[in-house]
């Protein structure tokens, strides 16, 4: 699931590719997602880079929407919430392209 979120979030236009860190010291892969399952239903974390001047509010919600249905259809679990964090923003000259 944790799997599916990310690519999910990684499916919205504004949301960027992208290692993030301070100072080039603790490095990951975004976006990334982490899940929680208990029972039937499931609680979301997604982090993601955005595109330069992307409103930072309407692509959480963006993110937030887009996942939660995402992974409503492929998993069948109920999502008590998605929480967003955009952890890096990058601008559109370093972004990578997107392949069509």
């Given at each position: 699931m944790q799997r599916?979120?990310?690519?999910a979030a990684g499916e919205i236009e504004a949301?960027?590719?992208?290692?993030?860190g301070?100072?080039?010291?603790?490095?990951?892969?975004l976006?990334?997602?982490t899940a929680t399952v208990a029972?039937?239903?499931?609680?979301?974390?997604?982090?993601v880079a955005a595109?330069?001047?992307?409103p930072l509010s309407g692509l959480s919600a963006q993110v937030r929407d887009?996942?939660?249905?995402?992974?409503?259809?492929?998993?069948g679990l109920d999502i008590v919430a998605v929480?967003?964090?955009?952890a890096d923003v990058v601008h559109p000259q370093t972004a990578r392209r997107r392949v069509e």
């Open positions: 599916i979120a990310s690519i949301v960027s590719r992208s290692r993030s301070w100072a080039g010291r603790v490095r990951r892969e976006p990334r997602g029972g039937g239903s499931a609680r979301i974390s997604v982090d595109v330069w001047p992307t887009h996942v939660t249905h995402q992974v409503t259809t492929l998993t929480d967003v964090t955009v």
